[in-house]
C-alpha cells in the first residue's frame, strides 16, 4: 500500500539578528572571562603559548573567529531546516544508563539498582528489541564501588543485550581502561570519548583526564555542556545560548592543544526551575530549548538544523499521565520534524528511575506515532472503487475481500491502549492500563535468549574478573 507520509516544516525560533548577537557575545565572553582550566593543564597550555588572564585561557577574536570559519568551511555555511525527509518512518527507542533507582514491577517501590536487579532489567530492554528499543543495561548498579560502576554496565550491557556496545560514559581514568578493553573484546572498540564541561565555562574533570590518558586508543573527542539557563548560565535565552557557545568553542580550541584528536562540539542549553531548584525536562521550555539548541548549533556550524527535539526525559515519578503526556508530546513533535531515535525511554525524575512498565509504555507511544508520520494511503483504483461499492451496498464492507487484504495496514492496533467501546471492557474483566503493564512487565524478563558467542564471554568475563579485584582491593 501505497502511504504519503506526514511531516511538518518550522519557522526558526531565531532569527539571523539573534544569532549574530550571540555570536558577537560569545566573542566577547572568550576575550574578557575566558575559560578555566584545571591547575595541571596550565603549564602545558603556556607552552603552546595560550594567552591567561585572572587565571582563564582567554582568545582574541580574530582567533576564534578563525577557528569558526574552519569549522563552519565544513558545512558549507549552509542555514536553516534540511529539508531532505527520513528514509524511514521507523522509530527506535533508547534508554538511559544513568538511573540509580528502578521501580520494582511487583511493588511499585523505588528501590537502589543491584546488579541482580539490573540483569533483569538488561533482559527486558533486550526482549523489546523488536519494538525498536536499541539500548543496553538501563541503569548503574548501587552495590558494587564507584569506580566499578561503568565496567558493570558495560559488562551487562554486552552480556544480555544485543545493541549493549555502545559504553557508558567511563566516569574515571580507571575505569576507562577497562571499559575500552570491553568494547575491543566485543568487536566494537570505541573511537571517541566524551568531554563533559563544568558550567560556567570550566574544562575539568573525570571525563577530560580519561581523553588525555587515552588519547593513543582513540581518534576523536566531543565537546558538550549542560549550562541551565538562570542557574549555571543567564536567564535569558539568548545570553544563556551566548555562553553555551563561549564555552564549548574556547574548550575544543584549548582541545586542540591538548591533544591529536578530531574535536567534535555541540551547542544547547536547559531550562531550569527556579521553584523545584532543578534542570526541568519534558516541560515546553525544554522541546523549545531542544529545538532552539539545534539552530544555534548549526549555525556556529555552517549546517543544516537537526530535528533535535529527541529527548523525551521526564520529571514524573511513576508511569502515568504526565510521564506519557510529556514522553509523548517530544516524541511527536520531533518525529514530524525528522526525529526517528528518542532518547531516555524508561527513564523517569530525569535520570533518576527506570521503570519497565514506563519503557513498555513509551513502546507504545513509539508505536502510536509511527503511524502518525507514515501517513495515509490515499490511492484511489476507480475500477476497484465501483466493485467495492456495489458488493459492500448489498452485503456490507466487512466481509469484502478488500476489507480483509487492506484493513491490517490501514489502522495502527495497539498492543495496551483500550479501542473498545465501555461494555466489551467491562465484559473483559475492566482491567485498567497499569495493571496489564505491570502483568507484561513481570513476564519479560523470563522470554531473554540472547547470548553471546562462549568465547566473547569468556573474555569479557576475565576482564571483569580483574576489574573486580582492581576496584575491590
Not at 29 to 35: K, T
Not at 127 to 145: C, E, S, Y
Not at 217 to 240: D, H, L, N
Request: proline content about 6%.
Amino acid at each position: 500500500m501505497p502511504f504519503t507520509p506526514l511531516s511538518a516544516i518550522r519557522s526558526p525560533l531565531l532569527n539571523s539578528s539573534d544569532l549574530e548577537h550571540i555570536e558577537e557575545a560569545a566573542y566577547r565572553i572568550l576575550e574578557r572571562v575566558g575559560v578555566k582550566v584545571q591547575d595541571d593543564l596550565v603549564p602545558a597550555l603556556r607552552r603552546k603559548g595560550m594567552c591567561f588572564r585572572n587565571g582563564r585561557v582567554v582568545f582574541d577574536r580574530h582567533i576564534t573567529r578563525t577557528f569558526l570559519e574552519q569549522e563552519r568551511a565544513k558545512g558549507g555555511k549552509v542555514s536553516g531546516m534540511d529539508a531532505t525527509p527520513p528514509l524511514t518512518h521507523e522509530i527506535t527507542l533508547g534508554v538511559s544508563q544513568y538511573s540509580p533507582h528502578v521501580r520494582d514491577v511487583e511493588t511499585g517501590q523505588i528501590r537502589p539498582y543491584t546488579v541482580d536487579t539490573l540483569v533483569e532489567a538488561a533482559k527486558t530492554v533486550d526482549v523489546l528489541a523488536d519494538q525498536g528499543v536499541r539500548a543496553g543495561a538501563p541503569g548503574t548498579p548501587m552495590d558494587v564501588p564507584p569506580d566499578l560502576q561503568p565496567v558493570s554496565i558495560y559488562y551487562l550491557s554486552l552480556t544480555y543485550t544485543r545493541h549493549g556496545f555502545q559504553p557508558p560514559d567511563p566516569r574515571s581514568v580507571a575505569a576507562c581502561e577497562y571499559v575500552l578493553d570491553m568494547a575491543g573484546t566485543a568487536g566494537h572498540p570505541v573511537t571517541l570519548l566524551p568531554v563533559y564541561l563544568v558550567s560556567p565555562l570550566t574544562l575539568a574533570g573525570d571525563s577530560l583526564a580519561a581523553v588525555l590518558a587515552f588519547e593513543k586508543r582513540i581518534a576523536s573527542t566531543w565537546v558538550v555542556s549542560m549550562p541551565s539557563a538562570g542557574a549555571t548560565a543567564p536567564q535569558a535565552t539568548g545570553e544563556a545560548f551566548a555562553l553555551a557557545a563561549a564555552e564549548v568553542i574556547g574548550s575544543a580550541m584549548i582541545m586542540h592543544e591538548l591533544c591529536d584528536l578530531d574535536v567534535g562540539w555541540e551547542i544547547q542549553i536547559f531550562p531550569f526551575d527556579m521553584r523545584a531548584l532543578s534542570i526541568v525536562f519534558g516541560s515546553p521550555e525544554n522541546l523549545l530549548m531542544q529545538l532552539a539548541s539545534a539552530e544555534v548549533d548549526a549555525y556556529f556550524h555552517g549546517t543544516h538544523w537537526k530535528p533535535s527535539a529527541a529527548n523525551i526525559h521526564t520529571m514524573a515519578k511513576t508511569p502515568g499521565p504526565q510521564a506519557a503526556a510529556e514522553k509523548a508530546s517530544i516524541m511527536t513533535a520531533g518525529a514530524l520534524l525528522g526525529a526517528r531515535h528518542f532518547v531516555c525511554a524508561g527513564t523517569l525524575s530525569l535520570d533518576e528511575i527506570f521503570s519497565a512498565e514506563q519503557l513498555l509504555l513509551d513502546c507504545e507511544i513509539a508505536a502510536h506515532v509511527k503511524a502518525v508520520v507514515r501517513g495515509l494511503d490515499t490511492s484511489c483504483d476507480p475500477d476497484a472503487c465501483v466493485q467495492d461499492v456495489i458488493e459492500g451496498a448489498s452485503r456490507g464492507f466487512l466481509g469484502l475481500d478488500s476489507t480483509l487484504q487492506r484493513y491490517r495496514e490501514s489502522c495502527w492496533y495497539p498492543r495496551f491502549f483500550e479501542r473498545g467501546l465501555l461494555a466489551a471492557w467491562q465484559d473483559s474483566g475492566s482491567r485498567e492500563l497499569n495493571e496489564r503493564l505491570r502483568e507484561e512487565a513481570r513476564r519479560l524478563p523470563s522470554r531473554h535468549t540472547f547470548a553471546l558467542p562462549d568465547e566473547v564471554q569468556r573474555d569479557l568475563d576475565k576482564i571483569y574478573r580483574r576489574a573486580e579485584k582492581h576496584f575491590s582491593a
